[in-house]
């Protein structure tokens, strides 16, 4: 399971976006914010192939992620292939797809308050790109991120999220196919790599500055030892 693109948008207007694969989600993705209906707050998904659009627009912030499309919980397969149109329980169309966007929602807002409304297209996205980076890893990869959704009870809230093919939503004119990389299946390696990564990182960082502290005691136990010999005697008598 993997999320492997997501934005932020205000409106039609991108202020940061990350993709994990070399896919034409993004294309996607901005077609999809062009044709969601109405100015209401919404929970909203979109399926293409076996990749699942989810959106969350709350005060005119709209958060998009593409993730697989067993992203959440199992059911979510025979769900999709039964109705494009009735609502699904959030908990069953992608709890931790929803979860991520519900935290990215909130780091976006703490991080520029106000300026979201003012910010120029991709006005945030060298900064909070990395963010989308670091929270998709996570989200996708780490066991704790739907462990601590269900702890808090977020996504147990009456909510409905609607289901639908995205080629109900794009017309057909403007239809483009979804390509992700068939590398994108390596995505959870990819993850995890990552992590492994900067674990050896870590660990041969502090194996340095263990080396190190050896290597000055060692120093100064032959600066002593040395001094002791010349002073003749190990309280250094005729140096003092």
Same mark, same amino acid.
């Given at each position: 399971m993997a999320i492997l693109y997501a934005l932020v948008a205000r %409106?039609?207007?991108?202020? !940061?976006?990350?993709? !994990? /694969? &070399? /896919?034409? &989600?993004? !294309? $996607? &993705?901005?077609? $999809?914010?062009?044709?969601i209906p109405g100015n209401d707050d919404s929970h909203v998904s @979109?399926?293409?192939?076996? @990749? +699942?659009?989810?959106?969350?627009?709350?005060?005119?912030? /709209?958060?998009l992620c593409m993730a697989e499309e067993n992203a %959440?919980?199992? *059911?979510? #397969?025979?769900?999709l292939l039964s109705s494009f149109s009735s609502?699904? *329980?959030v908990g069953l169309a992608g709890r931790i797809p929803f979860a991520f966007l519900?935290?990215?929602?909130? #780091?976006?807002? #703490?991080?520029? %308050?106000?300026?979201v409304h003012s910010a120029q297209a991709y006005g945030m996205n060298d900064e909070f790109s990395r963010v989308l980076s670091q929270q998709?890893? @996570? @989200?996708?990869? =780490? *066991?704790? !991120?739907?462990?601590?959704?269900?702890?808090? %009870?977020?996504?147990?809230?009456?909510?409905?999220?609607? $289901?639908?093919? +995205? =080629?109900?939503?794009?017309?057909?004119?403007?239809?483009l196919e979804l390509l992700v990389d068939k590398t994108s299946n390596m995505q959870g390696n990819t993850f995890r790599f990552r992590k492994q990564a900067r674990r050896f990182r870590s660990t041969t960082w502090w194996r340095?500055?263990?080396?190190? +502290?050896?290597? +000055? $005691?060692l120093l100064l136990a032959v600066i002593y030892g040395v001094l002791a010999f010349v002073c003749h005697g190990l309280t250094l008598p005729t140096c003092l």
């Amino acid at each position: 399971m993997a999320i492997l693109y997501a934005l932020v948008a205000r %409106g039609s207007v991108v202020l !940061a976006e990350f993709s !994990a /694969t &070399a /896919t034409n &989600a993004s !294309a $996607i &993705a901005k077609q $999809i914010l062009g044709k969601i209906p109405g100015n209401d707050d919404s929970h909203v998904s @979109y399926s293409q192939d076996r @990749y +699942i659009f989810h959106v969350k627009r709350t005060d005119g912030l /709209t958060v998009l992620c593409m993730a697989e499309e067993n992203a %959440g919980s199992k *059911p979510f #397969r025979s769900v999709l292939l039964s109705s494009f149109s009735s609502p699904v *329980p959030v908990g069953l169309a992608g709890r931790i797809p929803f979860a991520f966007l519900e935290d990215i929602h909130q #780091r976006f807002v #703490r991080t520029y %308050g106000r300026s979201v409304h003012s910010a120029q297209a991709y006005g945030m996205n060298d900064e909070f790109s990395r963010v989308l980076s670091q929270q998709m890893e @996570y @989200y996708s990869s =780490d *066991p704790n !991120a739907d462990r601590m959704n269900r702890l808090k %009870g977020e996504m147990n809230q009456v909510r409905n999220v609607m $289901i639908e093919n +995205i =080629d109900k939503v794009l017309e057909r004119g403007d239809r483009l196919e979804l390509l992700v990389d068939k590398t994108s299946n390596m995505q959870g390696n990819t993850f995890r790599f990552r992590k492994q990564a900067r674990r050896f990182r870590s660990t041969t960082w502090w194996r340095n500055v263990k080396l190190m +502290i050896a290597l +000055i $005691i060692l120093l100064l136990a032959v600066i002593y030892g040395v001094l002791a010999f010349v002073c003749h005697g190990l309280t250094l008598p005729t140096c003092l």
